[in-house]
Each structure stands twice: as structure tokens, then as C-alpha cells.
């Protein structure tokens, strides 16, 4: 959950017998960590020692406020005292309208500075939100009152990072608990539920008290509201089998959950059933796991977990809470890895969601170790995100199970600790681009490992087999997705010493979120490769900058080319689609009235890719195909060919050092037009023609000096358009038999000038 | 064709530290799986739900004690498969299946570790099976929520197809649970 932040402490303070957390305590271990963890300072472990303290003469801040601002109402959560404390605030956003009221977003402020001072206590630190907030900076300020007295209201102020206000909420305090649910419990006819347990009959790890399923929740910070049970539920319900399916289950909810409506509520319902058709093995199931609004229901099985003795009883609290937890969209503790943002499995988890078979400790291992060692909670981040998660990433009916908010976790592209992949992969592009520029990318996979390694060539992000991450400076990272998902099986090859690397290039400036790159500034990307055999291979950092127009032509054509349907077509490298007529125009504008500025090449390319092939569209029920325009995609694609390499001398040698103002294909793509103008020779019957631009192509690599596998590769791509003597001919002796610097016009030589568009 | 008529593929062997115990002392029984086929061979350990039969391989403790058949607890959860839970055995190489290693999520079969709950004389074998009726019996039942959850999966259909379908039996081995 993106609340989860490797970046910060993710621990909350202990839970001792009888003891809480006071605000002081809570503020000079904050401090002293902070100390402690400061580059300069020497770096000791803070003494994170409770002070006992009689907690009925200590005036607690943590719990539930509520304020308004115009429109606006906050939800704040503050944590920084009492049990388990896990030193942060977070909030949800709402916005009235009439007589209506939305939620609009979320935060967190997961290491926020705590000062305590004799009239009040100031919180303060950055948050991360749901949104992109203007005013990410929040400083609370609550005063201090005498004990016995009701709580002060909090103030909220928000501030922009440089410290300038921004909105203020007032906040009165509502309640200790954090988040607070309805609950209501039903039972199948005939079935003798779970109601407490004193965690003092047997060895655990935690203090003893008797705990019922509200209680345990009571601990993590929520309160459930306990509604009234309905009347039994029929076992009829189960079918003729007795017996409950999911959809079974699901059914019995919507009829009896008196509460019950297919929406984002915090309210859940639990049926204390009989027994699940997946068998006796089966002690619960979070069985609403498959429609749109998820999580609303669990349902436990007595006919596996019913009985008496303590072993017995002690389980069953646990699998009541433990289906629980799974509506609050907790994953178990060995399956962290599978949610979005993925987190650390946590194997060694004393937690409700642990399976106590699975449980691998310092103390020993399985399910002996797991219940003398059990404190009977939540971990440490499912307690955060219990407390604090994003609302619609709690809340039942909210994001699909094991889906968090929309956000993601930077530290999937964290170094790893270690890498036995046997490969690098390396993302690569020009470190400045004129805002409006496409964005290409080259990823290249290489062998480190010279035995060998089995990848997949399928680099580009559209199959969806590497991810990249893109942050702009000060700003939330983004995983770039592509436009279309393309649904494709790996295609495997042995990288080795005669082919060590693979390549791939990948326009990634426009996507499902829009355009990643349209505002100038600095921006990181990074890549990664999920190799066959479960490796994740993590790129470099590419740091590259968007400079800003700086003449009124630079900011006309970026305007020209940022747009929905411009991104949609560079993407997909043309269309003649109708609805994409706006893109076309601007391009065409483009071409019209700024032929010769550098940023014409992709407007050149986009017609001239788009000319190359057929269109189909429907008229009338018929489907209507639109022949290919051989003649304006090779003057389109020429241009392209001849911006690039002009004088018949190519921008890519290292004499000529890419510019923001002279954008470059770079080479993959520059390889994809040659051949493609090769290719439409050969369909529009130039034979001749078609060879010669191959053997073009060979050229104008060769004197790249690429690597002899690349070289093998290029030539193996334009086999197809050559006799076998003149194949012969480039792979015995790397020279071309014929051919003329790489031009991209017919009959070589020099590059022609730029065509305008009719 | 019945696996019963097919060459050895697999050989599984237990081995328990010790055929004595006392009551709540962890059971510690080793399980070599060896590849005695003249062929590579591709296998799963024992991946969360194996041991409940809740997916496929079922990893099947075969347990005769004085309390009858213990009934391992069954995932309401199972984990997708990865290509890292597969472990490639080449002609006379072994792994144990409920020994994680190189990345695989494999778990210890808890059964064994149960029966030190209750004295008396045990008898304790596993089976293995792969006869999966489809691919779908094979897969968790868990949304994998990762990114890459696509680009794994179709991995992962491609290894499946190379798992062979079998069944197996390991040796009988006897622990005695002392009071």
C-alpha cells in the first residue's frame, strides 16, 4: 500500500502491559532517532524504553478530528500517542455540494517532527497524498488542556514546501479510534459463534486480556460498531448440499447484511457459517473477492473451527479476525508481494494475517513457535495501513482486493540487494529535450553471466514484461502505461557470447495517464526487466532534462505537438482515423509552417508511417479500406531520413553531439523508418530500389561501428530485400557491393529537400 | 497411458532426524526428491495450498497415527505461481521441495511438524501429484495485483507444460511421540 514507505520508519512503538504511550515519550524518541539516523551524528539505537506512566493522568492527543474549510471537510488522523503508536498523521479529504458530500483524496505524514511544549503540541511534516497537492507541507497544533477536560480542537494547516499557508481546518476531536466501522455478525441456524478469549490460558508473546473481535480491531485504532444480528441465517441458503459456495455466501450477504448496499462503506459483515465446498481444511474465506465492489464480506466455517478448549478457541479468534483483516484489504503476511505496490513477504510477522504453519522466527519456526511468540496484533505495516491507508485502499467496497491506491512504490525500483540475473539492463536517451519532443527511450538487456542466460526479447513496455518508472523532480513517480496493453507471449533466445545483448527502442511520452513529460524540468527514469526465471532486472537512473521554448516558433510547435490526439498518434505511429483528425492537423500545421524546425521530423514521421500502410474503416456496416499512399509516405519518410543524416552524414556519429533544438531518431528508430521505407519499395515493385536502401541501412551502421551482432541482426532484417550474393557480399566482407550513403530517396545521393504537405 | 506403466521419473525419499520425539518438539523429516529419469525434469516444491490439495502439485502427507488423519489447514488464499517456484532437475539431481531456495516461495509441510501434538506410534509418507485436470488447478487463487503479473503468467504457462504429470510415493518412515 502506498502508505507503506521503505523510506521512513515503518515500526510503531511496543504495546506493554498496562502501558501507553505518552505524547512526551513519543517526541524525544522521534528526536532521538532522527538524531541518531543524521549523517553527522554517531549512530547509536535510540532507547525506545516506555516510560510507565499512569495513563488516566496523561492527556492523550491520538484520535479522530473533523473540521471544515469552505467546502472542505478533513477526516485527520493523529498518531502519535497511546498504544502503538506509529508516529504519524494522515487524513481524508471530503467536499460538500448541496446537500451531498465526496470524497476527493487522501494523505499520510509518515515521519512528522513532534513538539511538545507546555500549552501545546505541534506536528509538523510533508506529506503524501492521493493528489497532487499544492500545499503538501502540514503543521498541527493542538493545545493542551488539563486532565478530565474535553479535548482541544486541532488546528490543520496545510503549506506549500517552501512554508507559504495554504488551507486551514479547525478539527474537533471525535473519538480515540482512528477509523471506526460498522459490524454486524450472523449466524447460520444451529452454529455456537466465537464471543472471547483470555490470551493469558496458554504462552503467547503478548500481555494477557481477554479479547472479543471488536477488541482486537479496538487495538489497531478501529472501533467496530457492533450492529444488531439479524435473525439466523437459514442453512437453506447453502443449497441442498448444506454446504457454501462463494456465490452462495455472497447471496446470503445481500439478504441479510441489513446494512448492506454495493458501495464504498465502512461496514462489513461476517457469517459464522458451517462448512465451505473447498472442504474441511477451510477455516474462513473473504469469499467477495470477484465483482467491482470488493471486501464487503467474510464468512468463517465452525464445522472445521467449532469446538472447546483453549488451542481451539484461541484459533478461532484468529480466523474471525484474520478474515476480517482481509476486508480491510490485507494480504497474508507471506503474499505482500503480490499487491500493488508490492511489499516485502514478511515471513517472520507475528500477525493476525500470518498462517502460524508459515510462520519462520529468530525463535524457532511453524505454528508451535508463531502462538508462544503471537502478541495477538497486526504487524507494524498492517497496523500503518489499517490506521492510515488511503481511504478508498481500506475501506471496504473501495479498490479491488490487494489493489492499493493509485499510487506507487518507488521502492519496487530499488537497487536490489543482490543480483545473480546474470544480465544488465540499461536505459539510455538524449539528456536534454525540447518541451513537446517525443520521448524515445533505448533499453538494452546485455549478458553479464558468459554461460548464457535465456531472456525474452519482448522489451517494449506495451507488452507489458518491463515497466518504467518516470519522476519528475519534487514530483510522484509514475509507471509509464502504454496506450494499448498488448497481450503477447515472450518470445525466448539465448543470450551469449555471439549474442550478448538485445535492443529496444520505445516512444514512452504518451500513454493512459496522458503525456509524462510536459512540463519542463528534470526527470529520473528507470526500468525494469522481469526476466523468465522470476529475476528482476532494475536499469540505471536516466536523468534527463525538458527545457522550456525559448522562441515564440519553439513554443508554437511544442503546443502543436502536446495534445491527446497528437500523443495517440505518435504513439501509434499514425493513423488516418477520423477521430484523430485534430492530431493530423496539428501536425500538418507542423509541416506548413515550420518545415525546416527540427521537431518536423516526428510530424514527417507520423504521416509518413501512416501513408505506408492501408486503413480500414466502417461506413455504412461496410468496411471500407483506404489503399496505402506509397508516394507521400517515401517523401515523408525521406525527410525524415535526410533531417537525420544531412549531407548524407549521420547525426549520429560522435562528431555531432545531439541537441535539444536538432532532435535525433535515435538509432532503432532510425533502423524501423529505413526499413520500412525499404519494405514499401519492394511492395510498390522497386526492386532495385529496395536493395539499395537495404544495403543502405548496412552502410550507415557500419560506420556507427556497431557491434558485430547487431550488425549480423540488421543484416539478417533486410535479408528479405536482397539477392544472396549481395548477402554474401556484406557478411564477408562488411562492405557493401553496392550502395550509396543513406539517403532515404530512391536513387541515393543526397538527401532531398523537405516535401510540403498538399 | 497410466503414469503406473511409465519409467520412474521421480524418487522421494524421507528421513526423519530422529524416530523419537516428545510431545510439542519439532518433527524434523527431510524430503529428497531426485530427478532418477536420463532427462532433465521440471518440478514445483511445495507452494502454499500443495499440502491441503488445495492446488496443484499436491504434496500429500500420508499420516496413520492413533488420532486418525490429520487434516492440514487450507489456504482461503493461494499464491500465483512464479517461474521462481520452479526448480530444474537435471538427470540424478534431488532438491527438497519444502526447503525454499533461489527465490521460490516453498513451504515445510506442516503436518509433520502436528504430530508431536499427541503421543503414540506414527507411520508418515507423502505423494506427490501433478495430474492436474488443467492449468487452472495449478494456478493461486490469490489476485496478483504486480505489475508484472501478466508477463509472469505467461512465463509460467510455458514452464507448466514441461512439468510432467505423474504421481509418486515416498518411502514410509515411523516416529514414535513420547509423553
Known sequence: ?758 | VSSAVLPAVLSIVLTAASDRVGVDDPVQVAVEVRNVSPTPVLMIGVVDGAESGARYPRWTPVIEGPNGPLVPERPDFTSPLRPADFRRLEPGESFDPTVSAGGAAWFPLASFDAISQHPGRYSVAVELDTEAPDDQAWQGTLPDRRPSAAAEAAVVAKLLADVPRLRARSNTVTITVEP
Request: charged share 25%; hydrophobic share 40%; net charge negative.
Open chain 1, 1 to 758: 500500500m502506498p502508505v507503506y514507505d521503505p523510506t521512513s520508519v515503518a515500526h510503531s512503538l511496543p504495546m506493554a502491559p498496562k502501558t501507553a504511550w505518552a505524547v512526551e515519550d513519543v517526541a524525544r524518541i522521534q528526536a532521538e532517532m532522527v538524531q541518531a539516523l543524521a549523517p553527522t551524528a554517531p549512530v547509536t539505537a535510540p532507547a525506545a524504553v516506555p516510560v510507565v506512566r499512569d495513563v488516566a493522568q496523561q492527556t492523550t492527543v491520538s484520535g479522530r478530528y473533523r473540521g471544515n474549510a469552505a467546502d472542505f471537510e478533513l477526516e485527520l488522523r493523529i498518531d502519535v500517542d497511546g498504544l502503538r503508536p506509529t508516529r504519524r498523521v494522515s487524513g481524508d479529504f471530503f467536499q460538500r455540494s448541496g446537500g451531498t458530500m465526496a470524497y476527493i483524496g487522501s494523505f499520510i505524514v509518515n515521519t512528522p517532527d513532534i513538539q511538545v511544549g507546555p500549552d501545546q503540541i505541534v506536528i509538523e511534516g510533508e506529506g503524501v497524498y492521493s493528489f497532487d497537492s499544492g500545499s503538501p507541507r502540514l503543521r498541527i497544533a493542538i493545545p493542551r488542556v488539563p486532565d478530565l477536560m474535553p479535548r482541544a480542537p486541532a488546528t490543520a494547516q496545510f503549506l506549500t514546501s517552501a512554508g507559504i499557508p495554504g488551507q486551514t481546518f479547525s478539527c474537533n476531536y471525535e473519538s480515540p479510534f482512528l477509523r471506526a466501522i460498522e459490524f454486524e455478525r450472523d449466524i447460520v441456524e444451529g452454529i455456537q459463534p466465537f464471543e472471547a478469549y483470555d490470551t493469558g490460558r496458554l504462552l503467547s508473546g503478548g500481555p494477557a486480556r481477554v479479547l472479543t473481535v471488536p477488541a482486537a480491531f479496538g487495538e489497531a485504532g478501529i472501533e467496530m460498531i457492533d450492529l444488531d444480528p439479524g435473525d439466523p441465517v437459514p442453512i437453506d441458503l447453502a443449497g441442498a448440499d448444506r454446504i457454501w459456495s462463494n456465490r452462495e455466501l455472497h447471496a446470503a450477504m445481500e439478504r441479510h447484511f441489513s446494512r448492506w448496499s454495493d458501495e464504498p462503506a465502512w461496514r462489513v459483515w461476517l457469517l459464522a457459517a458451517t462448512i465451505h465446498e473447498e472442504g474441511p481444511g477451510l477455516r474462513g474465506i473473504m469469499f467477495d473477492a470477484m465483482d467491482q465492489r470488493q471486501r464487503q464480506g467474510c464468512a468463517v466455517f465452525h464445522d472445521v473451527i467449532g469446538g472447546t478448549g483453549d488451542r481451539v478457541t484461541r484459533a478461532m479468534l484468529r480466523t474471525y479476525v484474520h478474515e476480517l483483516g482481509h476486508c480491510f484489504n490485507l494480504y497474508h503476511s507471506h503474499q505482500k508481494e503480490f499487491m500493488n505496490p508490492p511489499q516485502p513477504n514478511r515471513l517472520d510477522a507475528l500477525s493476525w494475517m500470518h498462517y502460524p504453519a508459515n510462520y519462520r522466527g529468530a525463535g524457532g519456526s511453524g505454528e508451535a513457535a508463531y502462538w508462544r511468540a503471537f502478541p495477538f496484533q497486526f504487524d507494524d505495516g498492517e497496523l500503518i495501513h489499517l490506521r492510515h491507508g488511503f481511504r478508498d485502499a481500506v475501506i471496504p467496497g473501495g479498490q479491488p482486493f490487494g489493489l492499493g491506491a493509485a499510487d506507487i512504490d518507488p521502492g519496487m525500483f530499488a537497487d536490489q540487494i543482490a543480483d545473480e540475473s546474470g544480465l544488465e539492463l540499461e536505459i539510455r536517451a538524449p539528456d536534454r529535450f525540447m518541451l513537446g519532443t517525443p520521448v524515445v527511450i533505448e533499453l538494452k538487456l546485455s549478458l553479464l553471466d558468459l554461460r548464457g542466460r535465456t531472456v525474452n526479447t519482448k522489451l517494449h513496455p506495451n507488452f507489458g514484461y518491463v515497466q518504467v518508472a518516470i519522476a519528475r523532480l519534487g514530483g510522484k513517480p509514475k509507471i509509464y502505461r502504454p496506450l494499448i496493453t498488448h497481450c503477447i507471449e515472450p518470445e525466448l533466445v539465448m543470450l551469449d557470447r555471439n549474442r550478448p545483448s538485445i535492443y529496444e527502442s520505445s516512444y514512452i511520452g504518451f500513454g493512459k495517464d496522458g503525456f509524462y513529460f510536459d512540463a519542463p524540468g528534470q526527470y529520473e527514469l528507470r526500468a525494469l526487466y522481469n526476466a523468465p526465471d522470476g529475476s528482476r532486472v532494475i536499469s540505471n537512473v536516466l536523468r534527463l532534462r525538458v527545457k522550456a521554448p525559448l522562441t515564440r516558433e519553439e513554443d508554437e510547435v511544442a503546443d502543436l505537438f502536446i495534445g491527446t490526439e497528437q500523443g495517440t498518434l505518435l504513439y501509434l505511429l499514425g493513423s488516418e482515423s477520423e477521430s484523430l483528425r485534430r492530431g493530423r492537423d496539428a501536425f500538418a500545421t507542423v509541416i506548413e509552417k515550420y518545415p525546416d524546425n527540427p521537431m518536423a521530423s516526428y510530424a514527417y514521421l507520423v504521416e509518413g508511417m501512416s501513408a505506408s500502410r492501408p486503413f480500414k474503416r466502417i461506413e455504412d456496416h461496410k468496411v471500407v479500406s483506404q489503399p496505402a499512399d506509397f508516394g507521400r509516405s517515401e517523401n515523408m519518410l525521406s525527410a525524415v531520413v535526410g533531417a537525420t543524416t544531412p549531407s548524407g552524414k549521420s547525426l549520429f556519429a560522435d562528431t555531432e553531439a545531439p541537441s535539444p533544438s536538432k532532435p535525433r531518431l535515435d538509432n532503432i528508430s532510425l533502423n524501423m523508418v529505413m526499413q520500412r521505407l525499404a519494405e514499401m519499395r519492394k511492395e510498390a515493385g522497386n526492386d532495385a530500389g529496395a536493395s539499395t536502401m537495404a544495403i543502405d541501412i548496412v552502410r550507415h551502421f557500419d560506420n556507427l561501428q556497431v557491434p558485430p551482432h547487431v550488425r549480423k541482426r540488421i543484416i539478417e532484417q533486410v535479408s528479405k530485400l536482397l539477392t544472396e550474393e549481395q548477402i554474401d557480399g556484406l557478411r564477408e566482407n562488411g562492405a557493401a557491393p553496392s550502395g550509396n550513403p543513406p539517403s532515404g530517396n530512391a536513387g541515393g545521393g543526397k538527401a532531398r529537400s523537405r516535401p510540403r504537405r498538399k
